[in-house]
């Protein structure tokens, strides 16, 4: 970690002394260390080659992401701030905003807009994933990022976390679109050891890891999940909105070298009375301790019939009312230059029934190079 000491003036009489260096980034911090301000930069290049039964195949270069992260802590090392923008389609987009005030152990505050730990998968960024992409399960039933409000923390000496959060509903760079606010829960137990922000196990952890998720969430008015949703707005109509419930269970594994995660999901549409789900089971290990890892996946999204539970936003929205569940079989390959932070990863991927459309079946080859600094 490189040092560098600035001493700063602006007015007279009034000078103060400013560390810089790097370290997981690079940073600046203020003498007294109430201040720190931090940039972090992602580059993603990637290929991709699909091939798709009924439709024209498709081979690309392309970004998966470009990314800058400014974050530290200000008057307070309890009060911390992430601001996270993408470049990867062209534009800036806006992708995390938010303030972390991290009162004690077992109650901490989130406002802004982040990423809801709704299952395990939305636990791993990109940084720590085995495979370049995610599962049709949280593709189908994830929610992403939202605006609004989390609590989270410890519960005493027990191995148990806690979290509450408030949102919008309506996604990620958006008001909401009614008076509705989406509410949801999630509980974790810690069985064994730790569980870090990799799905693998990079570090080759001497002893288990083992840990267990739950997470109980309310959308009371989806405008995403309605039909004409604006239309009816713009009319002066009040929308019948569909009300959603959704729901995780989910584990994950870890030790010397290796890993194993599972998730179930659902979602049950209580205006039409139907029912979706899917669940998914992912494993990993360093064939090379430290450096190159083998991955595999398998996962189904089963959609209810005739009506989907998420027939807008889900995968079968362009299929409403299909019976075939969609299931996903996906290998991979990684090697570590530098741990997380430079790696090589390879996958491929073939996708059964696409929208639920018997026999319809893509595949896809991905190839990037991951770098974070």
């Known amino acids: 970690m490189g040092l560098v000491v600035l001493s700063l003036q602006f007015l007279p009489g009034k000078a103060f002394a400013v560390k810089g260096g790097y370290d997981g980034g690079f940073y600046l911090l203020s003498e007294d260390e109430k201040f720190k301000f931090q940039v972090n930069l992602r580059v993603i290049p990637q290929y991709q080659y699909e091939y798709k039964e009924t439709r024209l195949d498709t081979s690309t270069f392309q970004f998966e992401s470009v990314r800058t992260f400014f974050k530290g802590h200000s008057f307070s090392s309890k ?54 992409t995610g599962s049709i399960v949280s593709g189908h039933f994830g929610i992403g990022r939202d605006r609004g409000l989390m609590l989270s923390g410890g519960v005493g000496p027990l191995p148990l976390n806690y979290y509450f959060f408030f949102t919008n509903g309506d996604g990620a760079n958006a008001a909401n679109k009614n008076k509705e606010i989406m509410t949801g829960t999630r509980l974790e137990y810690i069985a064994m050891g730790k569980l870090t922000g990799y799905q693998g196990d990079p570090d080759y952890s001497d002893s288990p890891n083992l840990g267990f998720g739950a997470t109980a969430l309310y959308d009371f008015g989806s405008a995403k999940e309605t039909a004409g949703f604006q239309e009816d707005v713009d009319l002066g109509i009040k929308p019948h909105e569909n009300r959603l419930v959704r729901g995780d269970l989910d584990g994950a594994f870890t030790w010397m070298g290796f890993n194993l995660l599972g998730q179930w999901q659902f979602v049950y549409n209580t205006r039409f009375r139907s029912f979706d789900h899917g669940y998914l089971t992912q494993a990993g ?62 996958e491929y991927k073939q996708i059964l029934n696409v929208n639920g459309i018997r026999n319809l079946n893509d595949q896809v080859v991905r190839a990037q190079l991951f770098l974070q600094f």
């Open 285 to 346: 290990f360093f064939i090379v301790p430290h450096k190159f890892e083998a991955a595999g996946r398998y996962a189904v999204v089963i959609p209810d019939f005739p009506t989907p539970a998420l027939a807008l936003t889900g995968l079968t929205k362009d299929n409403e009312g299909s019976p075939n569940p969609i299931h996903e079989l996906a290998g991979g390959l990684n090697y570590y230059f530098k741990g997380d932070k430079l790696k090589l990863q390879g």
């Open 79 to 132: 009060v911390l701030y992430m601001i996270a923008v993408d470049y990867a389609d062209g534009g800036a987009s806006l992708k995390d905003a938010y303030v972390d005030l991290n009162i004690v152990n077992y109650f901490n505050i989130r406002t802004g807009q982040f990423y809801l730990p709704i299952n395990r998968e939305d636990f791993y960024s990109s940084f720590g994933s085995q495979m370049v």
